[in-house]
Nanobody, 115 residues
Framework: QVQLVESGGGLVQPGGSLKLSCTAS????????MAWYRQAPGKQRELVAK???????TYAGSVKDRFTISRDNAKNTVYLQMNSLNAEDTAVYYC?????????WGKGTLVTVSS
């Protein structure tokens, strides 16, 4: 059974930066796709960024050039470096892992961008 634990959320001022981490436990493979999703109040959950086998990355248009997703396979950890944050980035951020077509989710970490 795969378990995901996120950390790094919090309150940050507009224009600031924050780095999220997600560590996976269980049977993890380099071929697994890992991703970050977010859900703002009153909105649907949306894909923020994902990293596939071979470290291929995909970003939502709203975060491209501001966010960077990376992974450390030795630590089974995926990161999300978030820069130039604005109020629209306020949301609960969820870590996601896809393994053999099965989706696993973390419990989420809250990011609030406010002055």
């Amino acid at each position: 059974q795969v378990q995901l634990v996120e950390s790094g959320g919090g309150l940050v001022q507009p224009g600031g930066s924050l780095k999220l981490s997600c560590t996976a436990s269980g049977s993890i493979f380099r071929s697994d796709t890992m991703a970050w999703y977010r859900q703002a109040p009153g909105k649907q959950r949306e894909l923020v960024a994902k990293i596939s086998a071979g470290d291929r990355t995909t970003y939502a248009g709203s975060v491209k050039d501001r966010f960077t997703i990376s992974r450390d396979n030795a630590k089974n950890t995926v990161y999300l470096q978030m820069n130039s944050l604005n109020a629209e980035d306020t949301a609960v951020y969820y870590c996601n892992l896809v393994q053999f077509g099965i989706f696993y989710w973390g419990k989420g970490t809250l990011v609030t961008v406010s002055s």
